[in-house]
Nanobody, 125 residues
Framework: QVHVVESGGGLARAGGSLELSCEFS????????MGWFRRSPGKEREFVAS????????KYGDSMKGRFAISRDNAKNLVRLQMNSLTPEDTAVYYC??????????????????WGQGTQVTVSS
């Protein structure tokens, strides 16, 4: 059974950076596209970024373009999310997901078959 665990959340100041990591297990990592979503209080889960199985293609939510970068290491079963130029609006619980998609087009929560428990990111002004 596919299992993912997020780490790296915490507190950052506006303008600062954080890197999140997601460790994958229970399957062949290179057979899954991976993605990050986030949920702020009172809001629905929001697409952040996705990456294709080989890691050649990525996709980002509109407000993340140019600030966030998703990457993966298929040898280590890891996917990372580098977040720069953080704002208080980035405060949320961030979730890593695994998708059976081949490409980076898995942009809906229903495209994913496994989720982590989430990691809190808090950005102060």
């Amino acid at each position: 059974q596919v299992h993912v665990v997020e780490s790296g959340g915490g507190l950052a100041r506006a303008g600062g950076s954080l890197e999140l990591s997601c460790e994958f297990s229970g399957g062949i990592f290179s057979e899954y596209a991976m993605g990050w979503f986030r949920r702020s209080p009172g809001k629905e889960r929001e697409f952040v970024a996705s990456i294709s199985r080989p890691g050649l293609h990525t996709k980002y939510g509109d407000s993340m373009k140019g600030r966030f970068a998703i990457s993966r290491d298929n040898a280590k079963n890891l996917v990372r999310l580098q977040m720069n130029s953080l704002t208080p609006e980035d405060t949320a619980v961030y979730y890593c997901g695994a998708s059976t998609f081949v490409t980076a087009q898995a942009i809906r929560p229903t495209d994913y078959i496994a989720w982590g428990q989430g990691t809190q990111v808090t950005v102060s002004s």
